[in-house]
């Protein structure tokens, strides 16, 4: 494929829905509630089946109340948990979502209201009880031990033992740690000590734990913030497989576009009440950012073009002895420079050496001319630099100190007084950095420890704003915010950056990464591979270079797509009684790939097969993938690889093909008029995934005596197209 294929995300425009529940609805009116019970409504699918949202829950969380020293945690909050269902939990930074798993975790009481398991009232006391109820749980911060190996941690007080004695079955433990492990894909040897490994792989480690555990009820509380695409990936299938296997999940993330991927019923907090619980095929991500945040945040990405054409930081040949080899790049004044790859690739070991804390083997680093070699990171603070570091909790924050203290700390001659710290304007700077990230008022007085993990992580992005550092390094800098936080992070990115300040940026999130970056290098193996303009790069492109993975495998899996793609398909498929298509690109082999095929009545056989391919050139659906594809590379791999003649409907001249594939573009839809099967006819049109690529494409096939004269003009194209968007909208699209 060749590079640079692939589109750039959309802008989100916001709008308000309010909440409606099939058993309960929730109105809030000048601070009141009415809480009206309705009749469960019987709904079940095309068998006759009930759905999810009607089988009877597994828990149920009813009129909860949980209040700190201050802070009214959760007001009043119900919720029903299901077999079969991922059910995902939105909200702003201290809007109760930890709490609330927390009460199901019995790592908190209730200060009023019941929980209860098959119907029937449980008081959960302690962790142990909810384990021993069947309640696994994955938090935010890590709850392992760094001195015990992986296989130590995930058995932890529950090791395997010998039949008839009490000794510890170290083998059968390290085969069932393998085992676990496999489940996720992941390659991590049980016996090394879990503190020498990466947060990523620690994450990773915190996941197989919680799954070993074979709950019925699995809460999980941002478990990919410290994943990269393809374990994020890797993750969300395992989960749709335990939810398959009918477990009930409970999943927490900020990443809306998870969220819209893998779950089937989201509820939203905010300030502690509950906003809303809905299917997410009701929703949009708009739907869900504005009833999360309250207002319109009408460009997700504020990205400002700041970069002047001077370099800040030259890096020739850098070598580290961690793995880091030979790699080169040079970040402008006012730059945002991407590093994007995959857990383990190297990203944060290049942080590390350029802020001091690991000592490079070879090569030169130049700070605005100046050669410059740091053998500590005070070194590398006094020249300038500073870390946002990848672990807030372990390696960014003095716990113990409150929120002034720990974002003044970074640079402490800016409170002197002559030889004496003076304290009042160290809570003057507090306070205005608190206000500038919108932190919690709370922090001015109380010690970080306190604090929710979004606000804890933007303490530490305050502190180096404070150090009035010419290079920043954002590692991982919106890991754990909420959509609103991140919103005023890239904010002070860009108002940094007008200030001529650098920024090297690593993100996880590719979406973030691509769209705040102005370019972007990709690592792996410590080597960087590529460099190109951000607007050049997909998340695939990015994906698959940092991967070095076989990208028509990745399009295959990528997206639970055909999940959220059937019940439609399904049902256009009813109301014409034609067959439709669902299909993405195979960018290896340049080739259309079928994910699915539903028979028509009123069909006939056709080449066409679940799992088939079949050429991009002469089908609708090929036609409709590739006319989103740079127009430039589209007609680069047209010149080079010509068009083949299938009929005498085929379009063969090149120019003609180009000028089709415009059309295309400008209509939102596509045609075969048997260009491929002689007597077959179709309509195909794009899907969208939540950033606005081109990610797949449907089609209506038929014998051309059954199909419409006028197809472009014909109801039947407003059906496929208006199907493409409810899919579309179904993975988060929202244009």
């Not at 996720?184 to 480690?205: F, H, K, M, T, W």
């Not at 991982?476 to 002070?492: H, M």
């Not at 920024?503 to 410590?526: F, H, N, Q, T």
């Not at 001249?653 to 295309?664: N, R, Y």
Request: aromatic content about 6%; some cysteine.
């Amino acid at each position: 494929m060749p590079a640079g294929f692939g589109n750039p995300a959309g802008a989100i425009n916001l709008y308000h829905r309010i909440f409606f529940r099939s058993a309960w609805i929730t109105i809030h009116a000048r601070g009141r509630r009415t809480v009206v019970r309705l009749e469960r409504l019987n709904l079940s699918d095309e068998n006759g089946e009930i759905m999810n949202e009607q089988r009877p829950p597994l828990w149920e969380v009813r009129d909860i109340y949980k209040a700190f020293p201050g802070v009214q945690a959760l007001d009043d909050v119900s919720l029903n948990l299901v077999p079969n269902e991922v059910h995902a939990l939105v909200g702003e930074n201290g809007s109760g979502k930890t709490t609330l798993a927390k009460c199901l975790a019995g790592a908190h009481q209730p200060d009023t209201g019941q929980m209860l398991l098959n119907g029937r009232p449980v008081t959960l006391n302690h962790p142990i009880e909810a384990r021993a109820h069947g309640v696994a749980t994955i938090y935010q911060e890590f709850s392992l031990v760094p001195t015990l190996t992986v296989a130590e941690n995930i058995f932890l007080g529950r090791p395997p033992r010998k039949p008839g004695v009490r000794i510890i079955d170290w083998d059968t433990m390290q085969r069932q740690t393998v085992e676990t492990l496999e489940q996720l894909d992941i390659y991590i040897d049980p016996g090394v000590v879990v503190r020498n490994l990466s947060v990523a792989e620690q994450q990773l480690v915190e996941i197989a734990k919680a799954i070993s555990l074979e709950s019925s009820l699995l809460i999980m509380d941002e478990p990919t913030a410290a994943l990269g695409l393809a374990e994020t990936q890797r993750l969300l299938e395992l989960i749709r497989r335990l939810a398959a296997q009918g477990k009930a999940i409970l999943y927490i993330s900020h990443r809306l576009d998870e969220v819209f991927r893998v779950a089937d019923v989201v509820t939203v907090l905010k300030d502690g009440l509950l906003v809303a619980t809905r299917p997410v095929s009701e929703l949009n991500m708009n739907d869900v950012v504005r009833m999360m945040v309250g207002v319109d945040i009408e460009q997700h990405y504020p990205k400002a073009p700041n970069t002047q054409p001077v370099p800040c930081l030259e890096v020739e040949n850098l070598a580290t002895e961690n793995g880091i080899n030979s790699i080169s790049f040079t970040i402008n004044v006012g730059e945002v420079f991407g590093l994007g790859g995959m857990v383990g690739s190297g990203r944060t070991d290049i942080a590390r050496a350029l802020f001091g804390l690991d000592q490079r083997t070879s090569g030169t680093v130049r700070l605005y001319g100046r050669p410059v070699n740091f053998s500590s990171p005070v070194e590398a603070i006094a020249a300038g630099v500073g870390l946002v570091p990848e672990n807030r909790k372990a390696d960014g924050l003095f716990f113990n100190f409150q929120g002034p203290q720990n974002i003044t700390i970074s640079r402490l001659v800016a409170l002197l007084t002559g030889l004496f710290l003076n304290l009042g304007r160290e809570q003057r700077y507090g306070r205005e950095y608190v206000e500038k990230l919108n932190i919690t008022p709370t922090a001015l007085e109380r010690s970080v420890q306190f604090l929710s993990g979004g606000n804890q992580q933007k303490v530490v992005v305050a502190r180096w704003l404070f150090s009035q550092a010419r290079l920043l390094i954002l590692d991982e800098p919106t890991q754990g915010l909420d959509i609103g936080a991140k919103f005023e992070v890239y904010k002070v990115i860009n108002e940094l950056t007008a200030q001529g300040i650098s920024i090297l940026l690593i993100s996880s999130d590719y979406p973030e990464l691509l769209a705040m970056s102005d370019r972007v290098a990709v690592v792996r193996d410590g080597r960087i591979l590529h460099i190109a303009e951000a607007h050049r790069l997909s998340e695939y492109q990015l994906m698959v270079i940092a991967s070095g993975a076989d990208p028509g495998d990745l399009a295959r899996k990528s997206l639970d797509l055909r999940r959220r793609a059937l019940p439609h398909l399904r049902a256009l498929r009813d109301r014409l009684k034609l067959t439709t298509h669902l299909a993405v690109l195979d960018e290896q082999e340049m080739q259309v790939f079928y994910l699915d095929k539903l028979e028509g009545e009123q069909t006939v056989e056709m080449l066409s097969r679940t799992g088939a391919t079949a050429p991009l050139t002469c089908t609708g659906l090929g036609k409709a993938l590739l006319a989103f594809e740079p127009p430039e590379q589209v007609e680069a791999w047209v010149k080079e690889h010509g068009l083949s003649y299938y009929t005498d409907t085929t379009i063969t001249d090149p120019d003609a093909f180009i000028a089709e594939l415009a059309s295309i573009r400008q209509l939102g839809f596509s045609l075969d008029r048997e260009e491929h099967e002689k007597g077959i006819r179709c309509i195909a049109a794009p899907i969208y995934d939540a950033s606005g690529n081109v990610i797949a494409a449907i089609s209506v096939s038929g014998p051309s005596d059954r199909m419409p004269a006028d197809l472009a003009q014909s109801p039947m194209r407003k059906e496929v197209v208006d199907t493409a968007i409810a899919i579309s909208q179904a993975l988060g699209y929202s244009k």
